[in-house]
């Protein structure tokens, strides 16, 4: 070979060399990671059901705060019969006691007195008795008046809760029409990703954790096709604010541990089946309105199925949700929304 063709050779040597280095590079910076694409697709899928999610959600907290108000104006006329019971009351017995004593003589009351002070005392007693009369029965009016009041408050308040009813099964069918027919095409994808995380970790399967940790390595704790909002603090019936987050997800989708730890489950008015687990690093997961148990006591590891979504307790079965809540160092809630969209 000459001069010229080895100076030929060398450089198609170096331009081959560079293709090699370049092309990987450019797959690494550019094309996504088989696991990336399934992990949009998944996020794609979710975001089908956020249009149907975001009307359930704004149906409920209406009819929510609806209940609130109708209990509270049910608790103000409790208490205005009460009061009224007991202005009646006086205005009753001063009036009985008059009645046993007859009109009152102001002649006699003037010439039985030793003196002029003790006459003028006495003409200011009947003045007072008659002035407080006057207030007992102002008081009896306004109070009767703010019952018709209140009454009315509460029969418009009921009609407004039975459309807001209506509309929020309404709501409620159409959000999990659209979770049922995203549920079986999530499902393929997420089979797809499991996969897809075993090749990645040289064949090593991921255990029972069917969903990668998300940057604050806590795992999501529904599984499959859900929606949820943000309703950090508002209000519930009762004068109680909401504390948590609701995982809107049909019933029996599963429900899987955030982190390692261990779990007791427990159940209650409120909450119907419950799982508290107490992961290692002391943290606390409230999960409720659970449909039933996998786990009800003992360890788990972070992604381990654990229990089902269902509406047990004072939950909607129209609406299957789980209540999700978080408490950092076992202390008081905290919301749990901007950490479940960091476990995405």
Same mark, same amino acid.
């Given at each position: 070979?000459?001069?010229?063709?080895?100076?030929?050779? /060398?450089?198609?040597?170096?331009?081959?060399?560079?293709? +090699?280095?370049?092309?990987?590079?450019?797959?690494?910076? #550019?094309?996504?990671?088989? &696991?990336?694409?399934?992990?949009?697709?998944?996020? @794609? !899928?979710?975001?089908?059901?956020?249009?149907?999610?975001?009307?359930?959600? %704004?149906?409920?907290? /209406?009819?929510? +705060?609806?209940?609130?108000?109708?209990?509270?104006?049910? /608790?103000? !006329?409790?208490?205005?019969?009460?009061?009224?019971?007991?202005?009646?009351?006086?205005? #009753?017995?001063?009036?009985?006691?008059?009645?046993?004593?007859?009109?009152?003589?102001?002649?006699?009351?003037?010439?039985?007195?030793?003196?002029?002070?003790?006459?003028?005392?006495?003409?200011?007693? &009947?003045?007072?008795?008659?002035?407080?009369?006057?207030?007992?029965?102002?008081?009896?009016?306004?109070?009767?008046?703010?019952?018709?009041?209140?009454?009315?408050?509460?029969?418009?308040?009921?009609?407004?809760?039975?459309?807001?009813?209506?509309?929020? $099964?309404?709501?409620?069918?159409?959000?999990?029409?659209?979770?049922?027919?995203?549920?079986?095409?999530?499902?393929?994808?997420?089979? $797809?990703?499991?996969?897809?995380?075993?090749?990645?970790?040289?064949?090593?399967?991921?255990?029972?954790?069917?969903?990668?940790?998300?940057?604050? #390595?806590? &795992?999501?704790?529904?599984?499959?096709?859900?929606?949820?909002?943000?309703?950090? #603090?508002?209000?519930?019936?009762?004068?109680?604010?909401?504390?948590?987050?609701?995982?809107?997800? /049909?019933?029996?989708?599963?429900?899987?541990?955030?982190?390692?730890?261990?779990?007791?489950?427990?159940?209650?008015?409120? @909450?119907? %089946?419950?799982?508290?687990?107490?992961?290692?690093?002391?943290?606390?997961?409230?999960?409720?309105? !659970?449909? @039933?148990?996998?786990?009800?006591?003992?360890? &788990?590891?972070?992604?381990?199925?654990?229990?089902?979504?269902?509406?047990?307790?004072?939950?909607?079965?129209?609406?299957?949700?789980?209540?999700?809540?978080?408490?950092?160092?076992?202390?008081?809630?905290?919301?749990?929304?901007?950490?479940? $969209? %960091?476990?995405?």
């Amino acid at each position: 070979m000459n001069q010229r063709g080895r100076r030929s050779f /060398r450089w198609l040597t170096v331009a081959i060399t560079m293709a +090699a280095l370049l092309i990987p590079a450019a797959h690494a910076f #550019g094309a996504k990671s088989e &696991v990336d694409t399934l992990k949009d697709q998944l996020a @794609g !899928l979710r975001k089908e059901s956020q249009r149907a999610g975001d009307a359930y959600s %704004k149906a409920y907290w /209406r009819l929510d +705060a609806t209940n609130a108000k109708l209990a509270s104006t049910n /608790r103000k !006329l409790t208490k205005t019969r009460g009061e009224l019971v007991e202005a009646s009351a006086r205005l #009753g017995t001063h009036a009985a006691e008059m009645y046993r004593q007859g009109d009152i003589d102001y002649l006699a009351l003037l010439l039985t007195s030793d003196t002029l002070d003790d006459m003028l005392v006495r003409l200011e007693y &009947v003045s007072r008795i008659g002035q407080q009369d006057a207030e007992v029965v102002g008081e009896v009016k306004a109070l009767q008046a703010s019952l018709v009041e209140q009454k009315q408050a509460i029969e418009d308040t009921k009609a407004e809760q039975s459309a807001e009813a209506k509309s929020l $099964k309404s709501k409620a069918d159409a959000l999990d029409k659209k979770l049922k027919g995203v549920q079986s095409e999530y499902d393929a994808v997420q089979k $797809k990703l499991s996969a897809a995380l075993a090749r990645q970790n040289g064949g090593r399967g991921t255990g029972s954790t069917r969903y990668p940790a998300g940057p604050n #390595g806590m &795992v999501f704790p529904v599984q499959g096709s859900y929606y949820y909002a943000d309703t950090w #603090g508002a209000a519930r019936s009762g004068g109680r604010t909401h504390k948590g987050t609701d995982i809107m997800a /049909r019933t029996g989708t599963p429900a899987v541990a955030v982190l390692s730890g261990t779990v007791r489950s427990k159940s209650n008015t409120l @909450g119907g %089946k419950t799982i508290w687990l107490t992961a290692d690093n002391g943290w606390q997961f409230y999960y409720a309105h !659970l449909n @039933g148990y996998v786990r009800t006591s003992g360890r &788990v590891q972070a992604g381990e199925l654990i229990a089902y979504v269902g509406a047990t307790g004072n939950a909607s079965a129209s609406a299957p949700h789980l209540h999700f809540e978080i408490h950092p160092g076992g202390g008081a809630a905290v919301n749990p929304y901007p950490y479940l $969209k %960091k476990m995405e």
